[in-house]
């Protein structure tokens, strides 16, 4: 697909003042003794994209945040618009014409986009005229390439235009250097390309310098002019995106250190149903029916990949079966039992969750990264310990800790020890964590939300090896992602959920992306029968 | 710095700053308190040596903070358990007095058994009593999502007003007859006090349930799986833990707590149940619980601290001419900046050595 013909023409946009350059000055972060950056430097030439690669923890956040004035760098200068210029506070890099759009959305849900960006201005006045406010921000966003609605709530938005909306509220704060930080990973692939390629557009127009961080090689081949490969701390390595491919890119991050090689899934799928779920309803959060009666099976030995547009009822089905949701109709079987996720029923059919935002899902941000990883556990030998009526009541905290000193080295997991909370690891260790905890056992079903959402590279590679492994070994894997790539990848069937059931049903060999997409969007070409084992042919 | 140093260090400072802000909590409160008394013509100096000298100058002032000390300690677990779980319970107060209610009740009820039966019998109602209060504010949450702080504190006025009605009517005392009061306790059933001290045994006791309740709360799968609820209630779900059983029995063990200082009140003070027993205890508890940082544990001596600034009120009163009530408004002051201080939890520039350096990307 040709990304760069949705390009808009510079020419069509009003010219603006310049945009500045940004250059950062061998930095250098320490945290107590552990050094997060070495001497990093790093030059955004104005008017380009430049792209910042480096795996989980290589100091890809830490470098922005110094920039972005969050932290203060204990060495090492930055440079807007060549001057030197010393950025306190968040605030402080919003004068200097530096804005930051965030992996997560931070615009208030309930607000409309023109309530979030008059109340994200520095001065907002005691009473404000809505009238003169709207006019004002539609005259800035005819200026623009941007068309997003106004007048709507942010929670109504689709994913790719709430980011539009974040990336619009910066420029509307006179952001001239923007700064995302892996803007694309809510975004469906269409929606990323047109938001990367409508923010090149004004770089080429030279209305903006853009810094973008990200793990998708594909984006920074696409739409980025010069590349900032970072790995643990130090500059990997730089320059034009020209003079590099992926492979080198690649090299350039992860380094000498071995990465988990693919895993092919080994077999066909197993014939014998494990988790069987019918007629399944469920309400979301408030109150309204999200799911409208789920039918799905997935057998033994299985990955069923479930494809959707956010907020089409997959986060529901993953809570009810995850336990965090009640379900209102309709009955969930695992191994022929009924499943009502109760920690018994959990242990007896083996039942494991890879939910998305582990940290949100999973964990408890205050507890220590060896009580985290003790939550399957905690409950039976080796953690409990003595005889006796009250055995199973005692914790043995030494043994707990022994446990998670082998599952942090098993799963590489990078932190200050065992003791540390589990708040103050990276997104990606976080996610190495959890993922110890609920594969490091036997695993019957396993029910994978997101799993590699906002990782890089290497770790998508290895959370990917460790569910095919899982599949290998017989579990049967309900894989819900917003990412088609990665279902078409790993899963042995792939059904398309919409408006909270299943519209379609084909394999990745035989998928037909049209109707796939069609499907997504709720508007099939032709009726389709979400009738239970019933597959929908591929044109 | 080797591993296990740094993990002192780490856990070292993690206390350290622990105690710091609630110590600068307190010392902001004596300043400002001292300002306040200063402006009704008494010397803060004098007060605060008058304050030391009935709390802990003599051998009888301790006694008295003591004896104080532990239906705070008891109080105190009815909200810091429940804060485990992420739970704000203020109804200690109501938990004391039907505790209290039942186990006068059930002692002159049992009037003629032996004590082996009876002390158990009354502790047993005690606690069932206010564990029927705060565990029905855990229900109530737990089923009708009614928020358990504002009904915690409701149903003490309810307890409150159940307490004035048996004292007044179907269980009043005939003889007792201008402070309406259930029939008195067997002089055989009231608890002693500790070998050569005026202290009552419940202080005994209420250490006993403070280290349980700790014991409980990180020594054991219960209150892990608590902790897990509080600290993150989907976790908790996805790990398929019974977070509404966890939540309803949390808050009736808090509120049998709670119920049993009701006990001791009777058992080892009063001697029957009347409108005395709403003596505050109940409400200081809540505040101890905050000092303590929820810590079952760190309650014990904040405890005795405020017994000790309730015991230390009446001297002031004798000395000073200062009101009686003038400890609370001591007491008010150190849960208001108390409560402002929470903020600075961990932002002091003075711990920043101990930011985990995992922190990244």
Known sequence: MNVMSRIIPPASLPAGPPAPGLEAVAITKRFGAFTALDAVSLKLRPGTVHALLGENGAGKSTLVKCIMGFYRPDEGAVVVDDREVVIGDPRAAQTHGLGMVYQHFTLVPRMTVLENLVMARASVPAVIDWRAERRRLADFLATMPFAIDVDAPVATLAAGDKQKAEIVKQLYLNARVLILDEPTSVLTPDEADETLGLIRGMALAGRLSVLIITHKFREVMAFADDVTVLRRGRLAGSGAVADHTPDSLARLMIGDSSTAVPVERRGPAGMAARLRIAGLRADDDSGLPALHGVDLTVNMGEIVGVAGVSGNGQVELVQVLAGQRAATAGSVQVGGEPYRATRAEMRRHKVHCLPEEPLRNACVPGMTVAENMAFRSFDEPPITRGGGWLGGWWLDPAAMRRAALDLIARYRVKTTGPDAPIATLSGGNVQRAVLARELSREVDVLIAANPVFGLDFAAVADIHAQIVEARNRGTAVLLVSEDLDELLELSDRLVVMSHGAIVHETTPAAADLTVIGRCMAGNPAHPVAPADGQRQPAR | ?361
């Open chain 2, 1 to 361: 710095m080797p591993p296990f140093m740094h993990r002192a260090v780490t856990h070292l400072s993690a206390s350290v700053s622990a105690l710091a802000v609630p110590a600068a909590a307190v010392a902001v409160s004596l300043a400002l308190f001292g300002a306040f008394v200063a402006l009704v013509g008494v010397d803060p100096v004098e007060m605060y040596q008058l304050m030391y000298r009935g709390a802990f100058g003599t051998w009888f002032s301790w006694q008295n903070t003591l004896t104080r000390a532990s239906p705070l300690i008891l109080t105190a677990l009815c909200t810091a358990l429940p804060a485990q779980l992420g739970l704000v319970i203020i109804g200690g107060e109501g938990a004391l007095v039907l505790g209290a209610l039942a186990a006068a009740a059930t002692g002159v009820a049992l009037n003629g058994a032996p004590v082996a039966l009876v002390w158990p019998a009354m502790a047993l109602a005690g606690m069932a009593g206010g564990a029927l209060l705060i565990g029905g504010a855990g229900a109530l949450r737990q089923w009708r999502g009614v928020n358990e702080t504002i009904s915690s504190l409701l149903l003490t006025y309810i307890a409150i007003a159940v307490l004035n009605h048996m004292v007044e009517g179907p269980l009043k005392d005939p003889a007792s007859l201008n402070k309406p009061s259930t029939a008195p306790l067997a002089d055989t059933y009231m608890i002693g006090t500790l070998p050569g001290s005026s202290v009552h045994w419940g202080l005994v006791v209420g250490i006993v349930c403070a280290v349980a309740a700790w014991v409980l709360m990180r020594r054991t799968t219960f209150g892990f799986a608590a902790r897990m609820v509080g600290g993150n209630p989907r976790a908790a779900r996805m790990a398929g833990l019974p977070v509404g059983r966890l939540l309803v029995v949390t808050t009736a063990l808090a509120g049998a707590a709670a119920g049993l200082a009701g006990m001791v009140e009777v058992a080892a003070v009063h001697g029957r149940a009347s409108a005395s027993l709403v003596a505050g205890y109940g409400s200081t508890g809540i505040l101890v619980a905050f000092l303590a940082r929820q810590n079952p544990l760190a309650v014990i001596p904040v405890a005795v601290l405020f017994g000790g600034i309730g015991a230390s009120g009446g001297l002031l009163q004798r000395r000073l001419d200062l009101p009686d009530a003038s400890v609370l408004v001591l007491q008010g002051i150190i849960f208001v900046v108390l409560l402002a201080s929470e903020a600075m939890q961990g932002r002091l520039r003075l711990f920043a050595f101990a930011t985990p350096a995992a922190k990244e990307a």
